[in-house]
């Protein structure tokens, strides 16, 4: 094995070994840690984009982990899926350690940055693993990284949003436990490739169990995607913790999603018989009714943040409801507008912050305040989060709908997913406006109290303005980028390809481009 | 009575027990729930490898029967990692509790010690 | 010698267990025994400021087969008491044992003893750590028992702890 | 011989089943919790001590392997189960003190006061005594 | 790539303003000026080639998979609606200067206005329909930041909110309609699309798609009943007015339908919609133009009624009526963006816009009465001027159209909508400019300046050209564009003042006979009509979004209620669902054909004692302390029951983590309330009772119903069989943990270390703040022991602490082979330590460790990545392990395997975590007590 | 012989723990919860050696020996619960 393959490991050794240096060098040296930690992160991403080089060949490449062959060992996967949500990770890791380090957030509670890596680690573990019990357990870094992002800093409400987060993850965890024991106790495998082939060929005498679990799983991975009903604990946590926090929280939502467009097609695909395409009758209602009460969220949000958060639960919902469809197309577009929301949420809760700081004691509240400095800048850069955020021209988010309301015709709920898209678009335009033209156009009456808020460097300017950089680069090269997502896609749905190449990886090849 | 049926309804009354605890209305309640539900399932994880008495995973060339030892490494994983789990919730409840005055998972927040039963 | 060996009769006693726990008494098992025996006690010294002064020898043997054959025998004695006599026949009983051992580790090996050998649980030590509290299911004559305690156990413990 | 053996492995056998039913049993019909704490002793001690010889042999007859590990459990019962006792007593006589309990603790009554000034441990703090010093304060 | 640089130039210009937003007022004018000139005259360039028949075309690549791509052309329509945008663009550019005071933002100003030119030449010029759609949105953008540039007026930020709901809303159906046009046609680009008439007509989606892109060209042309954002728009300053809301954003409606008319016009549905639409606007605009006061109001109701007159006359769907809708666009574009900039003028200068406070400006202001009035009679459609020409058309146009089946509706309603249009447009000369003197807030105001005067005059000059040289002027425009709405080669073009007497003449002079005499009688009209109560639309639309906005944010909030409780029941619940789901396939059973194990009578007495105990920890929940004791008892059955069925290792990790658990569980309910009162309802229990039952015997259906299969081959064969050969250790599980599965272990352990990170992190600040005053102010809330210390336990663990660390240390290093492992060592390890904790108190302890917690965890997790990395210098993938036997002399044989040294990372992180977790939790009231008291301070 | 030992001996020590399940039950004193608990482990140490015995293997010694080790930790804690409120002082 050469190096180059090896570095498969990287964006999962890379930010644990920057957690422990980071730990151990935060105790006496701060600043030199926080450093450390944006070098992992960076490194980390550019670990994440040689991947993508490596996986945009359309082969799948496998990594035994110590060396035991699929499926009896651990076996990462690298495929265009996973490589991309890599680099989501990695761009989206990079633009909040450098918003956390410019605004000193890292400095408001304790250990921000090995929290930071284990999340980043968690994330791309489980973006990489291709292994269900494995998947279990980098969720369960990730959320337990989450909760301890998630405290960071101070508030009454934040613990008590904080308890809700952990306790409801916590029974999500043990569904995921119960069905994968479930999946085991009939198939005998955790490979998700193994998996694959094993659950096509279930008896028919077992198909309710199997149906049961495959339900199961899709609803843990619903519930960290948070779809209605299983999302009431999203809006809470993500308004009440820090906003750079929330930021990175943004790709969260996602993983579940990913979750479903790894297994569902893989494992509960066509040739699963009871169990196949299983989430399908449940999805599509649930995710309408996420994107209508995330952007109905936004409309009637009265800060910031309660509106970015309620932009990542209607994003989510909207990719949701283009993946309910379980084709080939609408699993790209999804892909596509996948990457653009996180970006987007995500921008919008680090503009949330700036204006937070920005405004003393008027915080992000739909509220007249004095003039402010910094005010024509934040403004700017939460138009431009806003539009990506809505979905209109000229940002990605536009062609991201494009994308989607084209794929999704000639479904059979193609009028209600479009008039559902189209008219919770309309809903965050006008939320984003009401809350927009108070903040950064209205004034406060001149008694109104002056602002006290410590001067904020121009460094803080910098995260928000990466971020809509990153979004600006996905609508400039939304050519390749949907490219990748119809090719991820494709590669998705080519399932034998990719049961092939984890468990036959010497027989594997090239698998065609769509 | 059989051992799986002993197993299966053992399962059945920890999650029982677990799911209508979690949902009372104070964090200790719920942590308790919590942890009656985490029996259940490292108890669920390991029935799915069968029930197979005096069978330990201890390697031997000589026999040939044994426990399912897959199972048991997963139940040991979940048991540490519900560990963690459950010592940051409770630290995490008992801190919201002293940032709030009360331990409800709901409601008012303004109730405090008073909440405490006179009785004994 | 002190420095090396802060407890000696500790690091006998883990040398023994890790004999007993790896089960065999191959020169491997002893030296990498001997080896804890001597690291564990040093790296927990901190924690037993104190050194006992204990003899080892005949009286701390003799005192163990003592205590051992006692508890044997009281067992069925107890048994008995359990099994046949009435609850309002019982006579349940305090005892206040005066000491004349004075080291907490004395006093912990008295009391632990005491509580061994069924039929009498010491309960606690008064706060001058001069009495030791025990509570005994069924003596008829307390001082006798008292004077048993005393003379068959803390007399023999104030020649093993000097 | 192995009949003998035999027997014996049986006798010690059914001699600790005993005694852990007795130190149990104990423990539902004696009247109050003092006289129940005397339960645990019986069974930790003869009961489990005979399984534990029991088994010792047991494994030495039919396996033939000479195994030490119960007197270790022994050696670990016989440190640990007195203290449980002494800090459930303490428990015991503080919750009769503070009158937590309302029926008779004891057949025997409450605890006579120790001689001399002090007053027992559990409701006086040991002054300059022996825990005091013990624990470095 | 001229197409291209035409294109990009405003934007360039956008950018180049906003980055420069700080220079000075002349360069950011000169900037937007020379972008819109620039523009201008590459599109004069081009000018010829199109007339001539050329199309103009540009291609680049974008979005191939959507169907996305950049592709420009220039046909007629397109040079004569860019032109339009440029020229009045740099126009309005001049006129700003001079309009905008020096305090304002003018560069910001410029820079949306060129962002809005370089979307409207994107329409102009887009030959894809997703490419058009991106560039209308981004019109509705532009104009919603132009519309709230005054942002502090609470007019202008309503205005702008409600322009961008309603043309932004409209543009998302336009954006459905375009896909679906798409759909139909195969194609997205525009020469493709156009072609196919036939089979977009008669799709069966054809009536849904149509009036979906109606929607979005009626909205962003101020149709009725879609008009009312239009004057709330006019809260912009004036050259915003004159540019967006008369000569180009608002026709961008027209010119989408002018695009579109080949493929989509000529059907009935076409006509109903889109002339009566028109025609309704038309009657509807000049009648409320009528009786408004405000200039601003007056010419953004006469703007909805002319574009109702423009979109009435597309409606008609006839080229005749196409060349009349082209010409009027023209027309409409020079008189109306010169009106906007007369009143704008009138405004500067005397400081209101209210015609009742104005009159006889004329003497005072000449210049500026001679262009209003001029601009005002084009508008009237009176002769020689261009409006008399495109009105002529109208009229005639509409004389031969029959409605419902009655030649005389069309024809007299258009006339009745000429009227009311004369009527307006004198009413706003007359009572500016002549009759009495009234002057506004200034005494005596003057004509200004050159730049103020010079673009308004430009745009009347052109007025009165487009009417005396109709056809030198714009005759081959005109064709050119009809031909291209139309679709055809050529379309007959006469411009021309007189036709001789026709019908439309006769409408024409009735109309301007009428509307004088309706101004005659304007008095006593006007206080018919105050006597009607008016809707006010925009007072209306903010009401019904601000009550739809409060309904959406209660149930909202109702919905989001801050509730774990309803959350828990949610995720309870969609698994009870799908239960049933499952449960629900046919021919599934649940019993497998696998024999049971019988149950020993031991077994049945700790299932009855797990049964009893969990019943006792779900009735007793109040008595928060006793329900630890059952639940430890719950944890010793579960130990005992890894035992018997062949779990050591299990039971083993089992004890341990029981004991650090409730140890963690005592410390924290120290300092919560003991026995708190009950908070649910009897009902509420039922239900969670009811709820809990169900899952739970689901979860045990599902348990039964995997122990009753037959278990097939499963992938811990190959684990079982190479434990030895492969892993170098017997406990099959061990090896599976460190070796197999040793990335499942390496989560796990940074799962725990995060755990220890996290509570320190929650902990370390609970001495301060609210929370460190009620650890203080903390009481203790039951009677208490004097003692801390009891003797006989603190010496029983002195002695503990090394016998425990052997017993540690053996575990661990049994666990390859036999259970134990790097896990249960350091709960032990961990456990010891507590000991001391508990016996001998924090500070006592704290003082003799000798290692932190935190380097534990950093080098833990560190000792198991570098054992995982160390096999890559053997060219094998992370983790593999490898072990061998070796030999010393007295010793005898060992082995070592990395595991091992894995396993000690597992160890460090697990010590340090557990230690971490209790240590923080068991010392915080004591910190909070030493903290001073801040609290009181602040 | 043995086996009939063992088999007498399972029953004894499973009565036993039903005693100790009845004591835990019916208190009425938190001494006699704890009792009863301190109680049950020895009982399962007992069960643990005689399912040892039973099926010929020593694999659960070591559980046997933790327990013994460590089941004493939580009868200790709670008495010092109970006594002093915290645990760690
Ligand atoms: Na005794
Ligand atoms: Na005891």
């Not at chain 5, 945008?85 to 700003?96: E, P, Q, R």
């Not at chain 5, 003692?787 to 602490?801: N, Y």
């Not at chain 5, 209790?918 to 030493?930: G, T």
């Not at chain 6, 029953?11 to 006699?32: E, I, K, Q, T």
Request: aromatic share 8%; proline share 5%; charged share 10%.
């Amino acid at each position: 094995m050469t190096l180059a393959d090896q570095l498969v490991i990287g964006p999962v050794v890379l930010p644990a070994m920057t957690a422990a240096v980071a730990l151990l060098v935060m105790r006496r040296r701060r600043r030199l840690g926080a450093g450390i930690s944006l070098l992992g992160c960076i490194l980390t991403l550019l670990a994440a984009v040689t991947l993508f080089a490596q996986a945009s060949d359309g082969m799948i490449r496998t990594y035994p982990v110590g060396n035991w062959p699929a499926p009896f060992g651990i076996v990462l996967v690298l495929d265009r899926l996973s490589t991309g949500m890599l680099m989501l990770a990695g761009v989206l890791g990079v633009i909040v350690m450098v918003h956390a380090i410019a605004t000193g957030a890292d400095r408001r509670g304790w250990h921000f940055h090995p929290l930071f890596q284990f999340q980043l680690l968690g994330l791309n573990g489980a973006f990489l693993t291709g292994d269900l019990f494995n998947l279990f357990v980098f969720f369960e870094v990730l959320l337990i990284a989450s909760y301890g992002l998630m405290l960071h800093g101070q508030g009454a409400a934040r613990l008590k949003a904080g308890v809700a987060y952990v306790i409801v993850n916590i029974v999500g965890s043990a569904l995921f436990l119960i069905a994968l024991g479930l999946l085991y106790g009939l198939t005998g495998t955790l490979n998700m490739a193994d998996l694959a082939q094993r659950v096509a060929q279930v008896p028919p005498e077992d198909a309710g169990l199997i149906r049961a679990a495959g339900l199961l799983l899709t609803a843990v991975f619903a519930l960290k995607a948070a779809a209605v009903p299983l999302h009431l604990w999203l809006p809470r946590t993500y308004s009440a913790t820090m906003p750079v926090v929330a930021a990175f929280f943004a790709i969260m939502t996602k993983v579940g999603v990913y979750a479903m467009i790894r297994v569902v097609p893989l494992v509960f695909g066509a040739e699963a018989g009871a169990a196949a395409w299983v989430p399908s009758p449940w999805l599509l209602p649930a995710a309408l009714l996420t994107a209508a009460l995330g952007f109905a969220g936004v409309l009637a949000a009265r800060g910031l943040r309660e509106q970015a958060a309620f932009a990542v639960l209607g994003s989510t919902g909207t990719v949701m409801i283009v993946l309910s469809a379980w084709t080939q197309p609408t699993t790209a577009a999804t892909l596509y507008y996948l990457v653009q929301s996180t970006l987007a949420g995500a921008t919008l809760f680090l503009v949330a912050d700036v204006v937070l700081r920005l405004r003393g004691q008027y915080g992000d509240a739909a509220v007249a305040a004095p003039r402010f400095a910094g005010q024509q800048a934040a403004g700017l850069l939460f138009l431009a989060a806003a539009i990506a955020a809505a979905g209109l021209p000229p940002l990605s988010g536009f062609i991201g709908k494009l994308l989607m309301l084209r794929a999704t015709t000639g479904t059979a709920a193609q009028a209600v997913i479009w008039a559902t898209i189209l008219l919770t678009t309309l809903l965050a335009v006008i939320g984003f406006a009401r809350t927009g033209s108070t903040i950064f156009w209205k004034a406060a009456e001149p008694e109104a109290a002056a602002i006290t808020a410590a001067p904020l460097p121009r460094a803080a300017f910098l995260g928000p303005t990466l971020a809509i950089g990153a979004l600006v680069g996905w609508t400039i090269f939304a050519g390749p980028a949907s490219d990748w997502a119809g090719s991820a896609a494709h590669q998705v749905f080519d399932t034998d390809a990719y049961i092939g190449a984890v468990l036959e990886p010497a027989a594997a090849g090239r698998t065609g481009q769509p | 009575m059989s051992l799986e049926f002993l197993v299966a309804t053992a399962i059945a009354a920890l999650v029982a027990g677990g799911v209508y605890l979690s949902l009372r209305g104070r964090t200790f309640q719920v942590v308790l729930g919590l942890t009656l539900i985490s029996y259940a399932v490292n108890l669920f994880l390991f029935a799915i490898g069968r029930l197979i008495v005096d069978r330990p995973p201890i390697y031997d060339k000589a026999v040939v029967e044994h426990t399912d030892p897959l199972p048991q490494a997963l139940v040991l994983t979940a048991i540490v990692i519900t560990f963690g789990m459950t010592a940051l919730v409770v630290i995490l409840a008992l801190r919201s509790f002293l940032e709030s005055g009360s331990d409800q998972v709901d409601g008012r927040v303004e109730a405090d010690q008073r909440d405490e039963d006179p009785r004994p | 010698m002190r420095k090396l060996l802060p407890h000696p009769g500790l690091s006998v006693l883990l040398l023994v267990i890790w004999l007993l726990m790896v089960n065999t008494i191959s020169v491997g098992a002893l030296v990498l025994g001997s080896l804890f025996a001597v690291v564990l006690p040093r790296f927990t010294a901190p924690f037993w400021p104190d050194r006992p002064a204990v003899r080892f020898g005949r009286d701390l043997l003799v005192y163990v087969a003592i205590v051992l054959f006692d508890i044997v025998v009281a067992n069925f004695q107890v048994a008995a008491v359990i099994l046949f006599r009435r609850n309002r026949e019982l006579r349940a009983r305090w005892l206040v044992i005066p000491l004349d051992l004075h080291t907490p580790e004395a006093i912990t090996v008295l009391a632990g003893t005491i509580s061994l050998t069924p039929g009498t649980v010491s309960s606690d030590v008064s706060a001058d750590g001069r009495f030791l509290l025990v509570h005994a299911l069924d003596v008829a004559d307390p001082e006798a028992e008292i004077a048993r305690i005393k003379q068959r156990y803390e007399a023999r413990l104030q020649r093993v702890f000097v | 011989m192995t009949m003998v053996v035999d027997a014996i492995i049986a006798a010690l056998i059914l001699l600790g089943a005993a005694f852990v039913l007795i130190g149990s049993w104990g423990l539902v019909r004696l009247p109050s919790t003092m006289e129940r704490l005397h339960g645990p002793t019986k069974a930790t001690t003869l009961g489990l001590g005979a399984l534990l010889i029991g088994s010792m042999i047991f494994f030495q007859a039919r396996l033939g392997i000479w195994t030490a590990h119960e007197l270790l459990i022994c050696v670990f019962l016989f440190i640990t189960a007195p203290i449980s006792a002494n800090m459930i007593a303490k428990v015991h006589l503080h919750r009769l003190r503070t009158g937590a309990i309302v029926e008779p603790g004891s057949i025997a009554g409450d605890p006579p006061p120790p001689g001399g000034d002090a007053d027992w441990a559990t409701f006086e703090a040991p002054h300059d005594g022996p825990a005091d010093t013990a624990a470095g304060r | 790539m001229t197409l291209l640089v035409l294109l990009l130039l405003p934007f360039a210009a956008a950018m180049a303003l906003a980055l420069l937003a700080r220079a000075s007022r002349a360069l950011h004018v000169a900037i937007a000026a020379v972008a819109s000139a620039g523009g201008l005259a590459l599109l004069l360039s081009m000018a010829p080639a199109v007339l001539a028949g050329e199309r103009i075309a540009a291609h680049v690549p974008w979005i191939p998979a959507l169907g996305l791509d950049i592709s420009l052309w220039l046909d007629p329509l397109g040079l004569l609606f860019a032109g339009l945008i440029l020229g009045i663009g740099l126009l309005v550019v001049l006129y700003a200067q001079g309009y905008l005071a020096r305090t304002e933002a003018t560069g910001r100003f410029l820079s949306f206005l060129m962002l809005f030119q370089g979307a409207m030449v994107g329409i102009a010029l887009s030959s894809n329909v997703l490419l058009l759609l991106i560039f209308w949105e981004l019109t509705s953008l532009s104009s919603f930041l132009l519309i709230g540039f005054w942002r502090d007026r609470a007019d202008a930020r309503q205005g702008a909110r409600m322009a961008l709901a309603i043309t932004g809303g409209g543009g998302l159906a336009l954006i459905a309609g375009v896909l679906l046009l798409g759909q139909a046609a195969g194609t997205y680009e525009l020469p493709g699309i156009l072609a196919q008439r036939d089979l977009v007509q008669q799709w069966p989606l054809y009536p849904l798609m149509l009036t979906l892109i109606l929607l979005g060209a009626f909205t962003k042309s101020a149709q009725f009943p879609f008009h009312f954002w239009l004057p709330h728009a006019m809260a912009a300053p004036t050259p915003v007015s004159a540019y967006l809301h008369s000569a180009t954003m608002v026709k961008a409606g027209v010119f989408l339908l002018a695009r579109l008319w080949p493929v989509l016009a000529g059907t009935d549905l076409w006509f109903g919609l889109v002339a009566t639409t028109g025609l309704i606007t038309l009657i509807f605009g000049a009648a409320v133009a009528l009786f408004r006061d405000d200039l601003k109001a007056i010419l953004a109701y006469s703007t909805i009624s002319q574009l109702g007159l423009m979109v009435m006359l597309l409606g008609f769907a006839t080229p005749a009526a196409a060349v009349a809708a082209i010409f009027h666009i023209l027309n409409h574009a020079a008189f109306k963006a010169a009106l906007f900039m007369n009143a704008g003028i009138v405004d500067h200068e005397t400081g209101t816009r209210d015609i009742r406070r104005l009159g006889g400006l004329a003497r005072l202001m000449p210049l500026t009465a001679v262009g209003g009035t001029l601009a005002a009679a084009a508008m009237a459609g009176l002769p020689p001027l261009g409006g008399f020409i495109s009105k002529e058309m109208m009229l005639e146009q509409s004389a031969h159209t029959v409605a419902v089946g009655q030649p005389w509706l069309v024809p007299a309603l258009a006339t009745i909508g000429a009227t009311l249009s004369v009527a307006y447009s004198l009413r706003y000369a007359l009572g500016l400019f002549f009759g009495p003197t009234r002057t506004g807030d200034v005494p005596a105001p003057h004509d200004p300046g050159a730049l103020l005067l010079g673009p308004p005059l430009l745009l009347v000059a052109v007025a009165l050209a487009l009417g005396l040289a109709p056809m030198w002027l714009a005759g081959p425009l005109v064709m050119q564009a009809a031909a291209a709405v139309t679709g055809s080669a050529a379309v007959p073009v006469d411009l021309s003042l007189w036709h001789g007497i026709n019908a439309a003449l006769a409408m024409s002079v009735g109309a301007v006979v009428a509307g004088a005499l309706l101004l005659a009688r304007y008095p006593i009209l006007e206080r018919r009509v105050r006597g009607w109560r008016a809707p006010d639309a925009k007072r209306m639309f903010e009401a019904a979004l601000g009550a739809f906005v409060e309904r959406t944010r209660r149930v909202s909030l109702a919905i989001h209620a801050p509730s774990l409780q309803r959350a828990l029941l949610m995720v309870f619940a969609v698994a009870a669902l799908f239960a049933i789901d499952g449960a629900g396939v046919p021919g599934a059973i649940v019993t497998g054909t696998r024999a049971t194990t019988p149950a020993s009578m031991t077994a049945v007495i700790a299932w009855l004692l797990l049964l009893v105990a969990t019943l006792a920890v779900v009735l007793m929940h109040r008595h928060r302390f006793l329900v630890l004791i059952f639940i430890s008892v719950i944890g010793l059955v579960m130990a005992l029951a890894f035992i018997h069925l062949s779990a050591p290792d299990l039971a083993l990790t089992q004890i341990a983590v029981e004991v650090v658990t409730i140890l963690l569980l005592l410390l924290a309910l120290h300092l919560l309330p003991k026995t708190p009162r009950a908070l649910s309802s009897v009902s509420r229990r039922g239900r969670d009772a009811v709820l809990g039952l169900f899952v739970g015997a689901a979860t045990g259906v599902g348990a039964w119903g995997i122990m009753t299969r037959e278990q097939g081959d499963t992938i811990s064969s190959f684990h079982w069989a190479n434990s030895y050969a492969g892993g170098g250790g017997t406990n099959v599980v061990n090896v599976t943990l460190v070796d197999f599965r040793a990335f499942d272990t390496l989560g796990e352990i940074i799962v725990l270390g995060i755990a220890g990170l996290a509570i320190f992190a929650l902990l370390e600040p609970a001495v301060r703040g609210v929370a460190g005053r009620r650890l203080r102010e903390w009481r203790e809330d039951m009677p208490h022991s004097p003692e801390r210390h009891p003797v006989m336990f603190v010496m029983a663990t002195r002695l503990l602490l090394p016998i425990a660390l052997l017993v540690g240390i053996y575990i661990f290093l049994r666990g390859h082979n036999q259970p134990g492992g790097g896990f249960v060592a350091a709960l032990v390890f961990a456990i010891a330590i507590l000991l001391q904790y508990l016996a001998s108190g924090f500070d006592w302890t704290d003082e003799r460790r000798r290692m932190g917690e935190h380097p534990l965890i950093a080098f833990g997790v560190l000792i198991a990545i570098a054992t995982g990395l160390g096999s890559l210098a053997f060219g094998a993938p992370f983790l593999s392990s490898s072990f061998g036997y070796f030999h010393l002399p007295l010793i005898g044989e060992f082995e070592l395997a990395t595991a091992m040294l894995f396993d000690t990372g597992v160890a460090c992180v697990v010590l340090g975590a557990v230690t971490m977790a209790l240590s923080q939790l068991s010392h915080v009231a004591q910190r909070a007590a030493r903290q001073p008291d801040e609290g009181k301070a602040s | 012989m043995i086996d009939a030992a063992l088999h007498i001996a399972f029953a004894a020590v499973s009565l036993a723990l039903m005693c100790n399940c009845w004591r835990l039950m019916r208190g009425p004193a938190l001494g006699d919860r704890i009792v009863a608990m301190d109680t049950m482990v020895i009982n399962v140490i007992a069960i643990i050696i005689l399912i040892g015995m039973t099926g010929e293997t020593n694999a659960y010694f070591e559980a046997a020996l933790l327990l013994a080790m460590v089941g004493f930790v939580g009868t200790i804690a709670y008495c010092k619960f109970v006594l002093r409120g915290d645990i760690v002082e």
